[in-house]
């Protein structure tokens, strides 16, 4: 099951995409540092995940994909939970918890945010570099294209895979060199496929009028509205915490 | 030689969606079996079960009785099959399936130049061309030729004709009608009535059921109501033509296409 955009109007839908981006990135910060301790943490997943379910999020979907990180969680527990005294449960599950939280809340982020509203925020993340002479909206617009490609890309690899393998690839050699070069018969059609579409998206764009350069206009609107004001304290606090030991230094 | 490929009570999922439920049906040699379906009815995805790679079912897939082991056992082929080339001449291309099953480069030549030959390439001329400099309608052929050159039982292929002209799709369709005498060919396509005459089952997918069809019943479905299969303009018309001069209950697939290829032969003559 993949992760994606959800359709919904719960609470955490209707925020503006500039405070869900803010709080999803600082809440990742916030949770791959883990300053709390085992227990704060675990209610801060559960309050997350809480919110997350009144506002109609589907979690069935989210906690499914965790699936595919088990193993990682696993090794990164078994690693963390040895220290100079022993196997402590304690630390092993601090850790897994650190990575838990912060795949749960991409997940429930990708889930409520539609494309237009992860590309409004990816732009307005990059216009500040736009003032030192970055070209912002050409690499806003590079982004989105790639995260809109994204899922084609992988569902090409897909089938691409299944069928070098029915012909007899032996897709995972032993070595790195023998990986790479096993990996062949995934890799060049794969970039093929991709050159190809990108040389076809790009007459395509052209020959619909888009011009890098120009004035955009905006099909959709996003509101600030009362409850993204009160939102906004969550990314600030948040925030605020994690760079509490600067202001101590600094005082 | 693999006669049958039998579907007991397949229910195929993704996640917690039914994609197909309690689909049975068989596949056999000697003639080409067609999966046919409207977009999202899970055409594709019956392909990837029955090659082993779509794990999410219960039922089971028989082999003349025993229990089907795709691994090994299956050719894949994608729509667009011309997009697994990844090596730099057609002999490294066709060879490259019987490479990793450890035969040595000798063994590999003449097999390869054959199989070839019967795709209807001619190996003296393009054997150390790339495979990319091909014309469409021989990339096609080399990509299945690929696929299939280490004679797997079952032959799995979903839309091969698209985006073929006329003549090479009728050069493609006897082609698989000739592997199908060795082969248990299967073929998911969205123009059945191209292949009605070379076919001699249908498997029709749908949400509310799916049914195992011989092709004239299929075609009699689908021409008393095309929300059953949109056949194109064409064809219904040239049937509806049919019709008038013989018996439509008695229609057979084959009469069809026999009727609409003298048509057109005379469309060609008044031209
Ligand atoms: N990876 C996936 N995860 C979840 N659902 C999927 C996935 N792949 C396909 N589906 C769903 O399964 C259904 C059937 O897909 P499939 O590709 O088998 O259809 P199809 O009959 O081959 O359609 P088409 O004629 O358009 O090729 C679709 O509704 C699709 O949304
Ligand atoms: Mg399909």
Redesign the interface.
């Known amino acids: ?1 993949q992760i994606s955009y959800k359709p919904g109007n719960g609470l955490l839908y209707s925020l503006n995409p500039m405070i869900k981006g803010a709080i999803a990135f600082s809440a990742i910060v916030f949770f791959s540092l883990n300053t709390l301790g085992l227990v704060a943490m675990t209610a801060i997943t559960a309050v997350m995940l809480l919110v997350s379910r009144l506002s109609g999020v589907e979690l ?2 989210i906690f ?1 994909s965790v699936r595919r990180i088990l193993l990682l969680l696993a090794i990164v527990g078994l690693i963390q939970g040895f220290g100079a005294e022993g196997f402590s449960l304690v630390d092993a599950c601090a850790a897994m918890i650190r990575i838990l939280g912060v795949f749960l809340v991409a997940g429930v982020y990708v889930t409520v945010s539609s494309q237009s509203e992860l590309t409004f925020f990816w732009e307005a993340c990059f216009r500040p570099l736009g003032l030192i002479g970055f070209p912002a909206r050409e690499f806003a617009l590079v982004m989105v294209i790639a995260v809109r490609f994204f899922p084609v890309i992988l569902g ?1 690899i897909d ?2 895979r ?9 897709l995972d050699g032993g070595g790195l060199l023998a990986s790479a070069a096993a990996l ?2 995934l ?3 794969t970039l ?2 991709a050159i190809i579409r990108a040389g076809e998206l790009a007459i395509a764009m052209e020959a619909r009028g888009y011009r890098v350069s120009a004035q955009r206009t905006r099909y959709q609107r996003f509101r600030f509205g009362i409850v993204d004001l009160f939102a906004i304290l969550i990314p600030v606090m948040l925030l605020a915490y994690l760079l509490r030991p600067f202001f101590y230094t600094a005082g | 030689m693999l006669e049958r490929l039998e579907l007991k009570d397949l229910t195929v999922r ?3 969606n039914i994609l197909l439920k309690n689909l049975c049906g068989s596949f056999s040699r000697r003639q080409i079996n067609l999966v046919v379906g409207r977009a999202g009815s899970g055409k594709s995805t019956l392909l ?1 079960v029955l ?1 082993g ?1 779509h794990k999410e079912y219960e039922g089971s897939v028989l082999a003349d009785g025993q229990v089907f082991e795709p691994s ?1 056992n ?5 729509q667009n ?1 011309e ?4 090596n730099g001449t057609v002999a490294e291309e066709v060879g ?2 019987l490479k ?2 450890k035969m040595s480069a000798r063994e590999i030549e003449p097999i390869a130049r054959q199989w070839l030959q019967k795709w209807g390439l001619d190996p003296d001329r393009c054997w150390l061309n790339h495979p990319l400099e091909l014309s469409g309608g021989e990339k096609r052929r080399l990509a299945l030729a ?2 299939t050159v ?1 004679l ?1 039982p079952v032959v799995l292929l979903d839309e091969p004709l698209a985006g073929l002209d006329a003549q090479g799709q009728r050069d493609l369709i006897s082609l698989l009608s000739g592997m199908a005498t060795d082969h248990i060919v299967i073929v998911v396509t969205h123009e059945p009535e191209l292949l009605l005459e070379q076919s001699g089952s249908l498997l029709y997918l749908h949400a509310d059921g799916c049914k195992s069809l011989k092709p004239a019943e299929f075609l009699r479905l689908a021409l008393a109501d095309s929300s059953f299969f949109p056949l194109p303009e064409w064809y219904r018309y040239a049937v509806r033509h049919f019709a008038q001069s013989s018996d439509l209950p008695n229609l057979r697939a084959d009469d069809v296409y026999r009727f609409v290829k003298t048509r057109e032969r005379m469309h060609a003559d008044q031209l």
């Open positions: 099951m069935g979907d499914m090409e089938r691409i299944m069928a070098q393998v029915a012909r007899g690839a032996k062949m018969p890799m060049i059609p093929t496929q | 993704y996640g917690r990837r090659a790679f090994g299956i050719s894949l082929a994608f099959p997009a697994l080339f990844f490259y399936a990793m099953r690929a696929c280490f797997p």
